[in-house]
């Protein structure tokens, strides 16, 4: 259904203590002989979402779900767009129930200026432990020398018990002296009733202004955020005293009225109350999912606020169903560099138990810049990433986070977060990116259930609407791009962005890829609306489990699409519960691995490959911690293998990361039902009668006595594959997950993580 509001002001948590002054393209058959059929799985929600359905049925579809639907943002009224609620979540203190003054975590700002800053405004976003932060409280910041620090705090999500998952934190530094790092503690504070900020109207009569241009076969086309504002076509995003941003958005238009029909402008202005300072954050998309003829266009665009061009670009390739975006800032850019807690991050469940001994020399950062540079960084460029997302081999994106992401989050270093920030700026320059003119969000399956990218309209009939919900034909010859996405290969992008630093931007571009991942299969195959994962290779079912876990736990609970994400997880965990930690079914086997989408390729379909079975066990171990209750048992059969893999009698840990290993003697039969089948089945006689990691089995792999084979030394290797499944494992009641690490730890070859941490995950 249409959510429709107005933008009235909300109640926000804000500590105002000590403030002397206070001066934001389908298709496919219905049948793949290559899966089983299988029965529809009942379909809850993770315990932990507070938003989730009410009973285990798919969300309720939107009412403006047509192919054929228009754009209602044109007609849009004053503070009102379809879509998503964008206002801050309404709070109502009751009784406190955290002693005032408590520390949360900290967090350090450093200057990057050269002068001494006096009213600096900062704005990041913070995720939090559940029950740190009740919603009977909120928080102040607190200096060194005791000074106390207004903040607002605009709460997104919330955990299961209504504390504070995470929100976007605002504040104006006092002093800010350039080579004096400045550390403030978030603490607890008795909650207030909010107060208003800036608004548009006092932007406007300060003379700001904002336009995004752009000249397509000779004719210009323009965008105005003033107008829009002034107009009363906007929608909050942050709301209070310190800080407020407004969104709007608008078809490029030319001179003529008319509108180009795939090519839009969207604009967030975060303007900070008694100062001039104001960001502009411009985002031009080609990405209407159902508009007709989908191409890519070559343009010249120019971005200008205040009268000054802060953005130029001619010949613009601009793909199709992409994106691209720039930040400029009016009145001046604050010279603030955040650093948060990495290892308070790690305690809130939203990222892996990372290694915190890892020491990072400044090569690495110096490596990073060095590669994030020219056209990589431009609109269609890629960052850190690869053009071709499917390319083999090991490298810094293939992970539950990336290399580049981890590094930052460790270190904190400013020059690892320019990279992180601009190669998820970057993730939309992938041709993934499809956007529903209804409801003016990331096209979804509960809309849309018999959507696809595989091409054609064979099998996306939607019979309860007699509707063909194929995207429209994009032909090679306009819409060749050199990016080339990919499930299996596919990078977590925009997660840790949105976390630390709120922006709307990097919400939408997980939630994208999101949606990507559940519709880019055959309808049939996935079963339709419910978005299994199942056809697809095992690595490609780990990494979009990943990135449904994360978009899942941490979109807003005001977001419709939190839920569609919430049923997605649960349509899945459902089915590998029913289909492995069940015991019933073709798929079921006692090893451990997963034998579904393509598994059983190696060694002429008798094997699979272990490094990609851990891969998955990891995605399901990571979304168990982040509270998805329904992982938890699949881990629990997952767990078995890579902890048999380094304990199991009759084996030998030494070879426990080999890249494919026997599963079963001929194609039709069962699998094995010990590991130590497993063994001896994937080794020669002559290793099978050889002592562990004895010199003679040592020099049969080439490695030395007590080296992994598969690359130990390299942080990419397939024991660092490895690595994250033992550290999910180590702690799973019922297995020797603890003896299965030491034995791991102990070997005598160790990768250097500092080149790339992806991998670098230890136990809890």
């Given at each position: 259904?249409?959510n429709?509001?107005?933008?009235?002001?909300?109640?926000?948590?804000?500590?105002?203590?000590?403030?002397a002054?206070?001066?934001?393209?389908?298709?496919?058959?219905?049948l793949?002989?290559?899966?089983?059929?299988?029965?529809?799985?009942?379909?809850?929600?993770a315990a932990?979402?507070?938003?989730?359905?009410?009973?285990?049925?798919?969300?309720?579809?939107?009412?403006d779900?047509?192919?054929?639907?228009?754009?209602?943002?044109e007609?849009?009224?004053?503070?009102?767009?379809s879509g998503?609620?964008?206002?801050?979540?309404?709070?109502?203190p009751t009784?406190?129930?955290?002693t005032?003054?408590?520390?949360?975590?900290d967090?350090?700002?450093?200057?990057?200026g050269?002068?001494t800053?006096t009213?600096?405004?900062v704005?990041f976003?913070?995720v939090?432990?559940?029950?740190a932060?009740?919603?009977?409280?909120?928080?102040?910041?607190?200096?060194?020398?005791?000074?106390?620090?207004?903040?607002?705090?605009d709460?997104?999500?919330?955990?299961?018990?209504?504390?504070?998952?995470?929100a976007?934190?605002?504040?104006?530094?006092?002093?800010?002296?350039?080579?004096t790092?400045?550390?403030?503690q978030?603490?607890?504070?008795?909650?207030?009733?909010?107060?208003?900020?800036?608004?548009?109207?006092a932007?406007?009569?300060?003379?700001f202004?904002?336009?995004?241009?752009?000249?397509?076969?000779?004719k210009?086309y323009?965008?105005s955020?003033?107008?829009?504002?002034k107009d009363g076509?906007f929608?909050?995003?942050l709301?209070?005293p310190?800080?407020?941003?407004?969104?709007?958005?608008?078809?490029?238009?030319a001179?003529?009225?008319?509108s180009?029909?795939?090519?839009?402008?969207?604009?967030a202005?975060?303007?900070?109350?008694?100062s001039?300072?104001t960001?502009?954050?411009?985002?031009?998309?080609n990405?209407?999912?159902?508009?007709p003829?989908?191409?890519?266009?070559l343009?010249?665009?120019?971005?200008?606020?205040?009268g000054?061009?802060?953005?130029?670009?001619?010949?613009?390739?601009?793909?199709h169903?992409a994106?691209w975006?720039?930040?400029?800032?009016w009145?001046?850019e604050?010279?603030v560099?955040?650093?948060?807690?990495?290892?308070?991050m790690?305690?809130?469940?939203?990222?892996?138990?990372?290694d915190?001994t890892?020491?990072?020399?400044?090569?690495?950062?110096t490596?990073?810049?060095?590669?994030y540079?020219?056209?990589?960084?431009e609109?269609m460029g890629v960052?850190?990433?690869?053009?071709?997302?499917?390319?083999?081999?090991g490298?810094?994106?293939?992970?539950?986070?990336?290399?580049?992401?981890?590094t930052?989050?460790?270190?904190?270093?400013k020059?690892?977060k320019?990279?992180t920030?601009?190669?998820a700026?970057?993730a939309?320059?992938w041709?993934?990116?499809y956007?529903n003119?209804?409801?003016?969000?990331?096209?979804?399956?509960?809309?849309?259930?018999?959507?696809?990218i595989?091409?054609?309209?064979?099998?996306?009939?939607?019979?309860?609407?007699?509707?063909?919900?194929?995207?429209?034909?994009?032909?090679?010859?306009?819409c060749?791009?050199?990016?080339?996405p990919?499930?299996?290969h596919?990078?977590s992008?925009?997660?840790?962005?949105?976390?630390?630093?709120?922006?709307?931007?990097?919400?939408?571009?997980?939630?994208?890829?999101?949606?990507?991942?559940?519709?880019?299969?055959?309808?049939?195959?996935?079963?339709?609306?419910k978005?299994?994962?199942?056809?697809?290779?095992?690595?490609?079912?780990?990494w979009?489990l990943?990135?449904l876990?994360?978009?899942?736990?941490?979109?807003p609970?005001?977001?419709p699409?939190?839920?569609?994400?919430e049923y997605?997880?649960g349509?899945?965990?459902?089915?590998?519960n029913?289909?492995?930690?069940?015991?019933v079914g073709?798929?079921a086997?006692s090893?451990?691995?997963i034998t579904?989408?393509y598994?059983?390729?190696?060694?002429?379909?008798l094997?699979?490959g272990?490094?990609?079975?851990?891969?998955f066990?990891?995605?399901?171990g990571?979304?168990?911690?982040?509270?998805?209750?329904?992982a938890?048992?699949l881990?629990?059969?997952?767990?078995?293998?890579?902890?048999?893999?380094?304990?199991?009698p009759?084996?030998c840990?030494?070879?426990?990361?080999?890249?494919?290993?026997?599963?079963?003697?001929?194609?039709?039969g069962?699998?094995?039902?010990?590991?130590?089948e497993?063994?001896?089945?994937t080794?020669?006689?002559?290793v099978?009668?050889?002592?562990?990691?004895?010199a003679?089995?040592?020099?049969?792999?080439?490695?030395k006595?007590?080296?992994?084979?598969?690359y130990?030394?390299?942080?990419?290797g397939?024991?660092?594959?490895?690595?994250?499944?033992?550290?999910?494992?180590?702690?799973?009641?019922?297995?020797?997950?603890?003896?299965?690490?030491s034995?791991?730890?102990?070997?005598t070859?160790?990768?250097?993580?500092?080149k790339?941490?992806?991998?670098a995950i230890?136990?809890?």
């Amino acid at each position: 259904m249409r959510n429709t509001y107005t933008n009235q002001p909300s109640r926000m948590l804000i500590a105002l203590v000590s403030l002397a002054s206070l001066s934001a393209c389908g298709g496919g058959s219905d049948l793949d002989p290559t899966q089983p059929a299988q029965s529809a799985p009942a379909v809850t929600a993770a315990a932990v979402q507070t938003s989730a359905p009410a009973t285990d049925a798919a969300p309720v579809p939107s009412a403006d779900r047509a192919v054929t639907a228009s754009a209602s943002t044109e007609s849009a009224k004053q503070g009102s767009r379809s879509g998503m609620l964008l206002t801050p979540t309404t709070l109502t203190p009751t009784s406190p129930t955290t002693t005032t003054g408590t520390v949360v975590t900290d967090v350090r700002f450093e200057s990057t200026g050269s002068g001494t800053q006096t009213g600096a405004p900062v704005t990041f976003g913070q995720v939090f432990v559940q029950g740190a932060v009740p919603m009977t409280s909120t928080l102040s910041g607190k200096l060194a020398n005791g000074t106390m620090v207004p903040l607002q705090l605009d709460v997104k999500a919330k955990h299961a018990d209504g504390s504070v998952r995470h929100a976007v934190i605002s504040a104006v530094l006092p002093s800010l002296v350039a080579g004096t790092p400045q550390v403030m503690q978030l603490v607890t504070a008795s909650p207030y009733a909010a107060s208003t900020g800036a608004t548009p109207s006092a932007l406007l009569s300060s003379g700001f202004t904002a336009s995004a241009h752009l000249t397509l076969a000779g004719k210009a086309y323009s965008v105005s955020a003033d107008t829009l504002l002034k107009d009363g076509k906007f929608t909050n995003w942050l709301a209070g005293p310190i800080v407020n941003e407004w969104h709007v958005m608008s078809p490029l238009k030319a001179a003529d009225g008319s509108s180009h029909p795939h090519l839009t402008a969207r604009i967030a202005i975060r303007s900070y109350t008694g100062s001039k300072k104001t960001r502009v954050d411009f985002t031009i998309e080609n990405n209407w999912a159902h508009e007709p003829s989908p191409q890519n266009f070559l343009y010249n665009t120019q971005l200008v606020v205040g009268g000054q061009t802060v953005y130029t670009k001619t010949d613009l390739n601009h793909y199709h169903h992409a994106r691209w975006r720039k930040l400029a800032w009016w009145g001046g850019e604050p010279q603030v560099h955040v650093k948060h807690n990495g290892a308070y991050m790690m305690q809130t469940r939203a990222v892996p138990n990372y290694d915190q001994t890892i020491v990072y020399p400044d090569s690495v950062f110096t490596s990073y810049m060095t590669t994030y540079t020219g056209t990589r960084t431009e609109p269609m460029g890629v960052g850190l990433a690869l053009f071709g997302m499917g390319a083999a081999g090991g490298r810094q994106d293939i992970g539950i986070l990336p290399g580049w992401t981890v590094t930052y989050l460790m270190s904190q270093d400013k020059r690892a977060k320019h990279v992180t920030m601009g190669t998820a700026d970057l993730a939309g320059s992938w041709p993934i990116h499809y956007r529903n003119k209804a409801t003016d969000r990331p096209i979804s399956l509960v809309d849309y259930p018999y959507l696809t990218i595989l091409g054609g309209t064979a099998g996306t009939l939607n019979k309860a609407t007699g509707q063909l919900e194929a995207f429209p034909s994009c032909p090679k010859t306009l819409c060749t791009v050199k990016n080339t996405p990919d499930t299996s290969h596919q990078p977590s992008f925009a997660f840790v962005p949105y976390i630390v630093s709120g922006d709307y931007y990097y919400l939408e571009e997980l939630q994208f890829w999101a949606m990507y991942n559940t519709f880019v299969s055959n309808p049939s195959y996935r079963e339709h609306g419910k978005g299994l994962v199942k056809p697809d290779q095992v690595r490609g079912q780990a990494w979009t489990l990943r990135t449904l876990a994360q978009a899942a736990w941490i979109s807003p609970d005001t977001d419709p699409l939190k839920a569609h994400f919430e049923y997605f997880m649960g349509t899945n965990l459902d089915w590998f519960n029913e289909n492995y930690t069940n015991g019933v079914g073709v798929y079921a086997n006692s090893l451990g691995i997963i034998t579904n989408g393509y598994a059983v390729t190696y060694k002429s379909g008798l094997g699979i490959g272990p490094w990609m079975d851990d891969f998955f066990t990891s995605a399901i171990g990571y979304a168990s911690e982040m509270g998805f209750t329904k992982a938890t048992p699949l881990l629990a059969y997952k767990a078995k293998f890579p902890v048999d893999r380094m304990t199991a009698p009759g084996s030998c840990w030494l070879d426990g990361a080999a890249y494919s290993m026997k599963v079963r003697d001929t194609t039709t039969g069962p699998f094995y039902k010990t590991f130590a089948e497993v063994y001896k089945g994937t080794h020669t006689a002559e290793v099978n009668a050889m002592e562990c990691n004895s010199a003679a089995m040592a020099a049969a792999f080439g490695v030395k006595i007590g080296e992994m084979p598969g690359y130990s030394g390299v942080t990419t290797g397939y024991p660092s594959n490895m690595q994250p499944a033992l550290a999910y494992s180590a702690n799973v009641p019922g297995l020797d997950g603890k003896t299965a690490w030491s034995k791991f730890m102990a070997r005598t070859v160790k990768p250097n993580y500092s080149k790339g941490p992806q991998f670098a995950i230890v136990p809890r």
